[in-house]
């Protein structure tokens, strides 16, 4: 008796993920005696509940341009980047940073930040389009950082469609979790990308940052089963075939269709599926965007995510069996009835009318949500859930407990998929929510602490990693002490492309050597 209790309890410590507990305490033949006995369908059991995110934290970089001195800078109209595109400020990264580093960054602030022992992690993906090496993963790089715990039995890789690639790694995980293969632990997903764009009109729209989001059971965000509306298809809208440079080639106005093309599928797959679900459990409710409490969007900048709100609100008047004209939202808009979606990608008198009719909503469920997009820019992958992180900041608790959030993921070539997460009803100080939403409270401050550059030296900038970035034997010329505290960075690049990392200390709240990282090695150093 007491020797299948003591048994049982190594198994306890492999299912309860929330008391950290890892399998250093799993005594394997013990367990697999245990296994034994009982069927897999009992040692499975049900799916785990409210399986989704735990925890996110959101790494930017620590300078940006003035996109009104941008505008000046590059001799345009006043107010096309700050009114036509929505953006105020852009972040960029010096030569001292890079991939690598932002992910870097972000995971050990998450896992400091949150408390957690690095043994917790069964699964880490990464999401990116900046790629560095053809065939080294930024997951294998990351490992790194797990060394001193021993832990090596950490599922996942690298995961490319563009912006689209830390959706794929989050619905990874996710499944993972919901799966025969979880063995209890927590996974993480890294999204990450520096986006950057030759000289010209779409530079503007670049950005940097990286997002990594802890995935588990008993989550305040959890995914709502079943509810994914997806849609894939073959364009060149946006690609990158030159295997030297880091800049895209774009064709802006395919984008756009193309991004609103899968805007209106993905809604309207989605749509169906929670219908047949309300069906299912005997409910004839049609549903509209009314049922979500939030709406977030992929942002390449801030004007295309008013402009997709429109888009499903002129989705739901097509729909509508029989709208009202006369009162409410959709008042004024009968000359409309009878347009085709495809034939209104670029309609202005359409685009017009429906973000007139939606701004209310756009206030109450999406505005928010743009904080760090208006602020920072486009950083591709991380992008909507930056948009997620903006949102959770600058509401309460009680504000987000019970509401359905809408998450549109866009990624070129083209990928999308809009989902939606339930937020747990749980929101008295200390619960998961709590800590959730006090984590991010900090977004705004982190944000105004920033240093402006000035556009000739962000373009100085722009220009030295154009001709560097891929470079063997280089030494990053850019500052470390304009990086933020605990910020990753670049040392060198030696003659076979092996690069070297540094630490930049922390502050006073959390206190941390200085540290090396290359190759499979991490050594303290002195700081640069």
């Known amino acids: 008796y007491s020797y299948l209790t003591y048994m049982i309890k190594s198994l306890f410590c492999l299912t309860n993920y929330q008391y950290k507990l890892t399998p250093v305490c799993i005594h394997p033949p013990c367990l697999l005696t245990f296994l034994k006995l009982v069927s897999p369908v009992s040692y499975l059991g049900p799916w785990p509940k409210d399986v989704g995110i735990i925890a996110l934290e959101l790494y930017f970089p620590s300078q940006y341009v003035d996109q009104t001195e ?19 400020r852009m972040g960029f ?43 080294k993963s930024v997951k294998t790089a990351l490992m790194q950082l797990f060394e001193n715990s021993g832990n090596t039995d950490v599922e996942g890789i690298d995961t490319t469609n563009a912006c689209y690639g830390g959706t794929a790694a989050l619905f990874n995980a996710v499944n993972w979790v919901e799966s025969s293969s979880w063995d209890g632990r927590y996974a993480l997903v890294v999204a990450g990308d520096i986006a950057v764009y030759a000289t010209g009109s779409a530079r503007p729209t670049g950005g940097a940052g990286a997002v990594a989001i802890l995935i588990g059971p008993n989550a305040p965000l959890a995914f709502e089963r079943g509810l994914r509306g997806t849609h894939m298809q073959h364009a060149y809208d946006f690609y990158k075939p030159d295997m030297v440079s880091e800049y895209p080639v774009v064709d802006g106005k395919l984008s756009i269709q193309c991004y609103l093309s899968a805007l209106d599928r993905c809604y309207s797959v989605y749509r169906n599926k929670i219908h047949a679900q309300w069906q299912r459990e005997g409910s004839d409710k049609s549903f509209s965007l009314e049922d979500f409490g939030f709406l977030v969007f992929h942002s390449p900048y801030c004007k295309l995510v008013q402009k997709s709100l429109a888009r499903l609100m002129l989705n739901d008047f097509l729909n509508h069996p029989s709208p009202n004209t006369e009162t409410g939202p959709f008042t004024g808009l009968e000359a409309f009835r009878d347009v085709q979606p495809e034939d209104t990608y670029f309609d202005r008198d359409v685009e017009k009318a429906f973000m007139k009719a939606s701004t209310d909503m756009f206030e109450r469920k999406t505005k928010a949500s743009l904080l760090i997009s208006n602020q920072n820019g486009n950083m591709y992958t991380p992008s909507v859930y930056g948009c997620l992180a903006s949102l959770i900041a600058q509401h309460t608790p009680s504000q987000m407990a019970g509401q359905r959030i809408g998450v549109f993921s866009y990624g070129s070539g083209f990928a999308a998929t809009l989902y939606s997460l339930r937020v747990t009803q749980d929101h008295i100080p200390g619960s998961s929510l709590d800590k959730l939403v006090l984590s991010l409270s900090d977004l705004k401050t982190r944000l105004d602490s920033r ?15 154009e001709d560097t970035h891929h470079l063997a034997n280089y030494v990053p010329q850019g500052s470390v002490e304009d990086l933020f505290p605990g910020t ?39 700081e640069e």
């Open 488 to 526: 990753w960075y670049l040392t060198r690049v030696d003659d076979k492309h092996r690069r070297e990392y540094a630490r930049r200390p922390l502050d006073d709240d959390l206190p941390a050597e200085s540290e090396r990282v290359r190759s499979s090695s991490a050594t303290e150093v002195q």
């Open 93 to 135: 990264c010096s030569d001292r940073e890079d991939i690598n580093s932002l992910c870097l960054t972000v995971v050990q602030r998450l896992m400091e930040k949150n408390a957690l022992s690095y043994n917790s992690i069964g699964r880490l993906e990464v999401g990116t389009e900046t790629i560095i090496d053809k065939s």
């Open 70 to 88: 941008l505008e000046e800078f590059d001799g345009v109209p006043t107010g096309k980047y700050t009114v036509g595109l929505g953006q105020a």
């Open 451 to 465: 240093k402006k550059v000035s556009p000739a030296l962000f373009s100085e900038n722009m220009k030295l990693r």
